[in-house]
Nanobody, 119 residues
Framework: QVQLVESGGGLVQAGGSLRLSCAAS????????MGWFRQAPWKERDVVAT????????YYADSVKGRFTISRDNAKNTVYLQMNSLKREDTAVYYC????????????WGQGTQVTVSS
């Protein structure tokens, strides 16, 4: 079992920045891939970024490349999502998840944190 708790969401103006954090507990954090996903109103949940257990490999959705950065600190059992140059279309509930591999199934989810970008 892995328990995940997100934090860092909020209201920000377009062009601004936020950093999301996800604290993990339970199963060995350093052995699992981690990911950030988001779900906007009336839309399906989509992947934003994922990172391998070591942090050596990452994946980004095209919509966030060059603006968002995923990272992890295995000593702190925490994964981060640095979001810069935020746009209104980034508004969504952001979820942290743990999975078997960077492109695999993500079976453990946090409760989500709201990010709202205003114009």
């Amino acid at each position: 079992q892995v328990q995940l708790v997100e934090s860092g969401g909020g209201l920000v103006q377009a062009g601004g920045s936020l950093r999301l954090s996800c604290a993990a507990s339970g199963r060995t954090f350093s052995s699992v891939a981690m990911g950030w996903f988001r779900q906007a109103p009336w839309k399906e949940r989509d992947v934003v970024a994922t990172i391998s257990w070591s942090g050596a490999n990452t994946y980004y959705a095209d919509s966030v490349k060059g603006r968002f950065t995923i990272s992890r600190d295995n000593a702190k059992n925490t994964v981060y999502l640095q979001m810069n140059s935020l746009k209104r279309e980034d508004t969504a509930v952001y979820y942290c998840a743990a999975g078997s591999s960077i492109g695999g199934v993500y079976g453990y989810w946090g409760q989500g944190t709201q990010v709202t970008v205003s114009s």
